[in-house]
C-alpha cells in the first residue's frame, strides 16, 4: 500500500516533494524573524494616546503568488482578500483583527484549489504620522502585523504576516494605497506524513483605509497661552472696552446681554440673580480642551472666581431656588466630544458651588455642547460658557436651546 503525504494546504501529494533545500535551523531562522517583527510592532507603541479612540477599517485586495516548494508548482497564483477593523489609540498606532482568505488555482496536473482562511490580532502603525497634516489622518507610510490561527484545508495551524504600504488621502474619510505582504503558515516538524516546510507567499494589492472625517479639535481662548498641559491659566483682568457701553459695566453694548443693567463681563453684563426669572450666563475660563476650572495664582482668585462666588452665595439666600447648571462648548471638535466636554465643565462648576456650601441636589446639571451658539459669528471664547436657569418646582433641565 502506497501512502502520499500532503502539502501545506491540506490537499493530497503525489508524488512526494523532493527533500527541502531548507534546513531546519534556517525555518527557525524565518519563524524567529517573524515573531520578532510581531513583538517589535507592540514595543514601539507610543504611549500617548488620541484625545479619543476612533473606529478604523482597513479592507485589502491583491494578487498572490507562493515562493515555497511544492506549493510553487501545485499552485498557479490567486486572489487575496483581507479586512481588518481597529481601534486607532492615536495618530500613530491601531490595533486590529484581522481575517484573511486566499485562493490558488490549480497547478498543470493536479485538480485541488488551495485554500487558506487567517482570523487574528495585530498592530498598524504609521511611523511618519507626526509628521503629516492632520487632516491626512489615514495617509502616509504604514506597516502592520498580524498573528492568526489558519485554517488549510483539514488542518489547522499558526501563522503570521507583515504588510509594507503607503497611502493617498483620497477624501476626508478614506484613503488608498499599494500594500506588499509577506504570510507564513507554520507546519510543526514533527507531523507525519506532512511536509515539515513552513508555507510562504506573497501578495501585492490595494488597500483602502475609512476612518471618521477628520474634525478641527476645540481651539484653545484667545487670552490663553497654555504651551504645556501643565501651565498654569493667568487671571484676566478686565479692561474698561474702547466701544459703546451704555451701562458703563466694562461690557461693550455688542457683547452685552444686559446693556441696560450692571453686570461683570464674565457673566456678559448681566446682574448675579441665578435665582431670578432670566438665565445667568457665566464664561468660565476652562484650559483648552479641559474640564477643570483653572487653579488660582499666587493666591489671587481667577477672573470668574467673584462671580461664581457670587452665584452661590445668591443661592443660599433663597431656600426654593433650584437652579439646572448648562454648560455649552464653541463649534470646533466633533459634536459628540463637544457634548461630553460641556457636561464635564457644566459638572466642575456644580463642585466648585457644592464646594461653598450649597447642596448639590439644588443643582442639576446638562450640557449642550455646540448645539446652542451664544454668539454664532464670534465662536470659541465666548460660546465655551454655562449658563444658571432657574427651575419651578417638578421642572427638569431644558433639552433644547432656549430662545
Known amino acids: 500500500m502506497n501512502h502520499h503525504a500532503s502539502d501545506r494546504c491540506g490537499n493530497p501529494q503525489s508524488p512526494p516533494a523532493p527533500p527541502p533545500s531548507v534546513g531546519r535551523g534556517a525555518r ?67 490595533l486590529q483583527a484581522s481575517y484573511a482568505m486566499f485562493l490558488t ?37 504604514f506597516v502592520d502585523g498580524n498573528a492568526s490561527y489558519v485554517r488549510t484545508g483539514e488542518l489547522d495551524r499558526f501563522g503570521f504576516d507583515a504588510g509594507l504600504g503607503y497611502n493617498v488621502q483620497a477624501t476626508p474619510w478614506m484613503a488608498l494605497g499599494p500594500v506588499l505582504r509577506y504570510n507564513q503558515i507554520v507546519q510543526p516538524d514533527d507531523t507525519p ?15 483602502l483605509s475609512f476612518g471618521p ?14 504651551p504645556c498641559p501643565t501651565c498654569e491659566v493667568m487671571p484676566v483682568a478686565v479692561v474698561a472696552p474702547p466701544c459703546s457701553d451704555h451701562d458703563q459695566d466694562g461690557t461693550c453694548d455688542t457683547d452685552d446681554l444686559c446693556p441696560t443693567k450692571l453686570g461683570p463681563a464674565a457673566a456678559f453684563g448681566c446682574p448675579i440673580d441665578p435665582c431670578g426669572g432670566e438665565p445667568l450666563v457665566v464664561l468660565v475660563q476652562f484650559p483648552y480642551d479641559s474640564a477643570e476650572l483653572p487653579k488660582p495664582v499666587a493666591g489671587n482668585a481667577q477672573t470668574m472666581d467673584p462671580v461664581l462666588d457670587a452665584v452661590a452665595a445668591a443661592i443660599a439666600q433663597d431656600p426654593t431656588c433650584r437652579v439646572c447648571i448648562i454648560g455649552h462648548s464653541s463649534e470646533e471638535g466633533t459634536e459628540a466630544y463637544n457634548l461630553d466636554l460641556s457636561r464635564r465643565r457644566a459638572g466642575a462648576v456644580k463642585d466648585y458651588l457644592g464646594a461653598r456650601g450649597l447642596a448639590t441636589a439644588r443643582m442639576p446639571v446638562t450640557g449642550m455642547g455646540e448645539s446652542c451658539q451664544l454668539i454664532p459669528a464670534s ?19 431644558p433639552a433644547q436651546c432656549r430662545p
Open 213 to 226: 472625517a477628520w474634525k478641527a479639535a476645540e481651539a484653545a481662548p484667545a487670552h490663553v497661552d497654555t
Open 379 to 397: 465662536t470659541r471664547t465666548l460660546n465655551r460658557r454655562v449658563e444658571f436657569h432657574r427651575l419651578q418646582e417638578g421642572e427638569s433641565c
Open 28 to 94: 527557525q531562522l524565518i519563524r524567529t524573524g517573524g515573531f520578532g517583527l510581531l513583538l517589535g510592532l507592540v514595543l514601539v507603541t507610543p504611549s500617548h494616546a488620541a484625545r479619543a479612540q476612533e473606529f478604523r477599517l482597513n479592507a485589502e485586495g491583491a494578487g498572490g503568488f507562493w515562493v515555497d516548494q511544492p506549493q510553487e508548482n501545485r499552485f498557479t497564483p490567486g486572489l487575496y482578500l483581507a479586512v481588518r477593523p481597529g481601534i486607532a489609540l492615536g495618530r500613530v498606532v491601531t
Open 193 to 207: 506524513g506532512q511536509s515539515a516546510e513552513d508555507a510562504q507567499y506573497l501578495t501585492l494589492g490595494l488597500n
Open 105 to 141: 488555482p490549480p497547478g498543470d496536473g493536479f485538480t485541488d484549489t488551495g485554500t487558506s482562511h487567517s482570523a487574528g490580532l495585530g498592530v498598524r502603525l504609521r511611523p511618519l504620522a507626526t509628521f503629516a497634516a492632520p487632516e491626512d489622518q489615514l495617509a502616509g507610510l
